[in-house]
């Protein structure tokens, strides 16, 4: 099964309806199997099988929650083809970028609480990527920048990663082609994203919306982390990875839902509390299944155009 470049199926590559009719689909193969198969000519066909199976069936890994499948996965479901090592590194031989500072002053204490993350890459290499990213943004002459948070993001890509030019690949693709609008100056596109929070938890849930804006608690007081990093700010890792493998599938802006299900998961405790914040200041472990669920359910309870809303806000 060959991604090609043109295979992009992570935004709006599967329509609203797809979300839920997989869930109760029979599946005739593993991940394994289908990725094992020749190249044929129905590469939609494929591509949705293999969305499905993610969402029933899941990528199997190892007790760290590794899988040697996951950045083959990944490279499919966001069409990247592989990049040239003398790329990267042509990049990383130009030395020091104007983010350089930045980008030290935050790798230090990315996922630092992490042992699978720390025993598996090095701060070095989450220098040399983010240092690399910065030139290349440069030469693109986007209007973008290093962003406190990109560093989170480039955190998994680096741990599933077979290697760094590989890591690199993949983040800069996701960056520009996903969220180019979290990176630009104003972060425009985290705080459309942290708007939505708010407006999807009034559609789902009014009541604790009410009850959480009594105490003048909107979604940028508490959600921008996980916004802006699509939950990876959130431990364990292992975990991360998996609620990634469904926002890769099915798209980086269910994410936005998926903040919102880790909410609708704190409920009792959050309508229980008379200070919510110390509860909100830092979310719960990540259940990746349960908030998988979740979102899968909220996509139907929704409207189009906020659904619609969620799909452009991060372009």
């Not at 993001?153 to 520009?176: R, V």
């Amino acid at each position: 099964m060959n991604p090609g470049p043109a295979t992009n199926a992570s935004s709006g590559g599967t329509g609203r309806k797809s979300y839920g009719q997989v869930i109760n689909q029979g599946q005739s193969m593993s991940i394994e199997a289908l990725l094992s198969k020749p190249p044929s000519g129905n590469l939609m066909d494929a591509l949705k099988e293999l969305r499905s199976l993610i969402l029933s069936e899941g990528i199997p890994t190892d007790a760290d929650g590794h899988s040697p499948l996951r950045i083959y996965v990944w490279c499919i479901l966001l069409g990247v083809p592989p990049m040239r090592s003398n790329e990267y590194l042509a990049l990383v031989r130009r030395g020091a970028s104007a983010a350089y500072s930045k980008i030290r002053n935050d790798t230090f204490r990315t996922l630092a609480t992490d042992p699978l993350f720390r025993r598996r890459v090095s701060e070095a290499s989450l220098i040399r990527l983010l240092n690399a990213f910065a030139h290349s943004l440069k030469d693109t002459g986007v209007d973008a920048q290093y962003v406190q948070g990109m560093n989170v993001i480039a955190a998994p890509f680096l741990y599933a990663a077979k290697s760094e030019t590989e890591a690199f690949a993949l983040f800069s693709f996701f960056i520009k082609k996903e969220c180019p609008s979290y990176v630009k100056p104003t972060m425009e596109g985290v705080h459309r994203g942290l708007k939505l929070v708010d407006q999807c938890l009034e559609t789902v849930d009014r009541e604790l919306y009410l009850f959480l804006k009594e105490k003048y608690l909107s979604a940028e007081l508490y959600a921008f982390p996980s916004v802006l990093t699509l939950s990876a700010c959130t431990p364990p890792l292992p975990e991360v990875l998996v609620l990634w493998d469904f926002l890769l599938a099915y798209g980086p802006h269910l994410n936005i839902l998926c903040v919102v299900a880790q909410l609708l998961l704190m409920r009792k405790e959050l309508l229980a509390a008379q200070s919510p914040m110390k509860l909100l200041r830092t979310f719960p472990p990540l259940q990746s299944k349960k908030i998988i669920q979740i979102a899968v359910r909220l996509v139907k309870e929704i409207p189009q155009s906020l659904f619609d809303q969620l799909v452009t806000h991060a372009r």
